[in-house]
């Protein structure tokens, strides 16, 4: 019995381009552009918040960013289940809207500061 694949014929062998020196740069080049922009890669600027708000704010800190963002919860919301009077509640999260501005626009790259 014959193989099923007798009549197939394996695809033509590829020609390598050789380029003499002083040529216009062709497609390849734009494609090694890309790959050195992959390994030159830098992280958009909500990696960088993400990277401040688990390194750089405190449990409590931390607490009043994810109830009022993610929770949608209002100041007096949040202190009530903090126990903290609602000014002191906006004042803390007045000063983390501070240093989370300062720290993404000083464009830090080591470990956050809360100087």
């Known amino acids: ?14 020609r390598r381009e050789i380029l003499a020196r002083g040529t216009p740069p062709t497609r390849r080049a734009g494609v090694q552009a890309a790959a050195f922009e992959a390994i030159t890669y830098t992280p958009p600027p909500w990696k960088k918040l993400k990277r401040f708000l688990l390194r750089g704010l405190t ?3 931390r607490l009043i960013v994810t109830l009022k963002y993610c929770e949608r919860l209002t100041f ?11 000014k002191q ?5 007045r000063d983390i809207v501070r240093r989370v501005r300062r720290w993404v626009l000083a ?5 956050p500061s809360l100087g």
Do not use: C, F, W
């Open 76 to 86: 007096a919301e949040i202190g009530a289940v903090l126990e903290l009077p609602e």
């Open 1 to 14: 019995m014959a193989s099923p694949y007798a009549g197939l014929q394996s695809p033509p062998a590829r």
């Open 89 to 93: 509640v906006a004042a803390l999260h």
């Open 59 to 61: 449990t409590k800190e």
């Open 107 to 111: 464009d830090r790259n080591d470990d």
